[in-house]
């Protein structure tokens, strides 16, 4: 199975600042099939990001991914105050599909 | 729009079968090359892949799951479902049932207490 290990677990910023948040690999992810997810409390995830790189239908250009094989990026330019939540990365390249432990994007 | 809701029993006994239900509405479940997953998530922690099937009707299962686990596909209903058996507390959880990541329902919690 691969595992997925996100950093850090929780980034403190304030509104406007850049976020750069980790998904790192056991072995090497498939055809970079690896998303990224936002989840507000008590709702669903969203899909942010699929294929590493290619923004999910609606995502604003401030959502930004990119690596491959076993070292993945999640950015956000300027933090907006929607975007403080958790952030998921998957692997849906085979089975079993995985899930990292997420990190928080708190307020400063 | 594509949409999915989750239905079922909130509260299960330990030992007993959690059953869940997905209904998908606009669109067919049996369009589209897609996959139809279940995942879950206990208060507080993160996300939990239980499984998926394809509308061809094969399936693949987490492997820490998979021997009391069963998804199945009604292509008729557009509903696909979710038997777990043996719950124990471990099992209490928000469960979410998704269309690949794109499309995920608002989520239904299962609650294993007697």
């Known amino acids: 199975d691969i595992v997925l290990t996100q950093s850090p677990g929780t980034l403190s910023l304030s509104p406007g600042e850049r976020a750069t948040l980790s998904c790192r690999a056991s072995q090497s992810v498939t055809s970079s099939s690896l998303a990224w997810y936002h989840q507000a409390p008590g709702q669903a995830p969203r899909l942010l990001i699929y294929g590493a790189s290619t923004r999910a239908t609606g995502i604003p250009d401030r959502f930004s991914g990119s690596g491959s094989g076993t070292d993945f990026t999640l950015t956000i330019s300027r933090l907006e105050p929607e975007d403080f939540a958790v952030y998921y990365c998957?692997?849906?390249?085979?089975?079993?599909?995985?899930f990292g432990g997420g990190t928080k994007v708190e307020i400063k | 729009q594509v949409q999915l809701q989750e239905s079922g029993p909130g509260l299960v006994k330990p030992s007993q079968t959690l059953s869940l239900t997905c209904t998908v509405s606009g669109g067919s479940i049996s369009s589209g090359n897609y996959y139809w997953n279940w995942v879950r998530q206990p208060a507080g922690r993160g996300l939990e892949w239980i499984g998926r099937i394809y509308t061809s009707g094969s399936t693949d299962y987490n492997p820490s799951l998979k021997s009391r686990v069963t998804i199945s596909i009604d292509t008729s209903k557009n509903q696909f479902s979710l038997r777990l058996n043996s719950v124990t507390a471990a099992d209490t959880a928000v469960y979410y049932c998704a269309r690949r990541g794109e499309y995920w329902g608002q989520g239904a919690l299962v609650t294993v207490s007697s």
């Open positions: 998957q692997h849906y390249g085979s089975s079993p599909l995985t």
